[in-house]
Nanobody
Framework: QVQLVESGGGLVQAGESLKLSCAVS????????AGWYRQAPGKERDLVAV???????NYADSVKGRFTISRDNAKNMVFLQMNNLKPEDTAVYYC????????????????WGQGTQVTVSS
């Protein structure tokens, strides 16, 4: 079984920065793509940023130039550096990885974390 735990959320003022971390654990697994999503109250969960196993990245237009996704494959960590935060960035941020593990017959499967709250005040 693959487990994800996010951390790093909090309350900040507009213009400030936060760095989210996602720790991926399990007995045996291999991570393909990893990404961050967010869900604001009353809205759907949307993609924020994604990175593939080859290091390619993709960002939502609303965060391009402000957010940076990265991963430490040796430590099974995924990060989201968020700069120049805006009130509209307020949401619960979720980490998701596509991984292969014995529990799913080594077929790719999406695993989600429990989410971390980011609140940006104006």
């Amino acid at each position: 079984q693959v487990q994800l735990v996010e951390s790093g959320g909090g309350l900040v003022q507009a213009g400030e920065s936060l760095k989210l971390s996602c720790a991926v654990s399990g007995s045996t697994f291999s991570i393909n793509a990893a990404g961050w999503y967010r869900q604001a109250p009353g809205k759907e969960r949307d993609l924020v940023a994604v990175t593939t196993s080859l290091g390619n990245t993709n960002y939502a237009d609303s965060v391009k130039g402000r957010f940076t996704i990265s991963r430490d494959n040796a430590k099974n960590m995924v990060f989201l550096q968020m700069n120049n935060l805006k009130p509209e960035d307020t949401a619960v941020y979720y980490c998701k990885v596509e991984a292969r593990a014995p529990s799913t017959g080594w077929n790719p499967y999406n695993y989600w974390g429990q989410g971390t709250q980011v609140t940006v005040s104006s």
